[in-house]
């Protein structure tokens, strides 16, 4: 089950997967950012240019402009009104991102290749888990999203359901990575199947799981199962509880041990 799951994350991200090319004219320009502006047939007005702290670039003829989080074709849009009003005639220019500035993010936990990351463009959280070496088997079912919030120093959470992500395909979930997150992908919280199964043992706990399809993960009854004797141990305000005769359809909490006794007769 594990690697399947494991699997459809590469195939889902190997189907949503754009190249960062693809996001360059849609790239918001920042402090540091180098852009190279090319004015067509007019050589003497291409040029090279760094963002300023403030946001602006200065462009021949033209003089100072503001490109604070202007994207790279409303920039070369914003160029060419400028130039059409009284220096050229149905002026051409396109502008290209020469050199991205520093940003980074982090991921962390359960994921294959732990660490930062440069972002270049615009970077999709399954592409950034895509350059961080994909999931790990313990993965669990959600991640949480650390960011600096806009002109403050304080954080929020954001949670990602990577359940309703990848297996369900909400890729209204897929958010965009900004420089300074730090991503954590959780472990898996699992829970037991024990006594007159096939195959007892741990597994990874999933939220629609019941009595029935736990024991059917674990291979079914064995042939002395007692199957209307079927137990749960729980822990229920830091207390062991022991639930008897549960029903097939009772749902299986995280670290809940599933006991399934042997038949007397």
């Not at 849609?26 to 300023?52: A, C, F, H, P």
């Not at 736990?214 to 199957?227: Q, V």
């Amino acid at each position: 089950m594990m690697m399947r799951f494991i699997f459809k994350v590469f195939i889902f991200i190997s189907f949503f997967l754009v190249p960062l090319d693809a996001h360059a004219q849609d790239y918001q320009v920042g402090e540091g950012d180098i852009l190279e502006i090319k004015v067509y047939e007019n050589e003497d007005l291409s040029t090279t240019v760094r963002v300023s702290s403030d946001g602006t670039i200065r462009v021949p003829l033209i003089g100072e402009i503001n490109v604070r989080d202007m994207s790279v074709s409303r920039i070369s849009m914003r160029i060419e009104e400028l130039l059409a009003d009284g220096y050229l005639v149905a002026p051409q220019v396109d502008v290209f991102i020469k050199e991205h500035r520093s940003r980074q993010a982090v991921i962390l936990g359960q994921i294959r290749n732990p660490g930062q990351y440069e972002l270049r463009g615009k970077v999709t959280f399954l592409e950034f888990i895509s350059k961080a070496g994909g999931l790990t088997p313990d993965a669990g079912s959600s991640a949480i999203i650390k960011r600096t919030r806009k002109g403050s120093s304080q954080k929020d959470e954001i949670l990602v359901d990577l359940e309703k992500l990848i297996k369900k395909g909400d890729t209204s979930l897929n958010l965009q990575i900004q420089g300074d997150d730090s991503i954590y992908i959780s472990k898996a919280r699992t829970y037991y199947v024990s006594g007159e199964v096939n195959k007892p043992d741990s597994y990874k706990y999933e939220s629609d799981v019941t009595v029935i399809k736990a024991i059917t993960k674990a291979g079914g009854f064995s042939k002395i199962a007692a199957k209307g004797k079927v137990k749960i141990i729980r822990t229920v305000n830091n207390e062991k509880r022991i639930f008897e005769q549960v029903k097939m359809d009772e749902p299986v909490l995280p670290d809940d041990v599933i006991v399934v006794p042997e038949s007397l007769w």
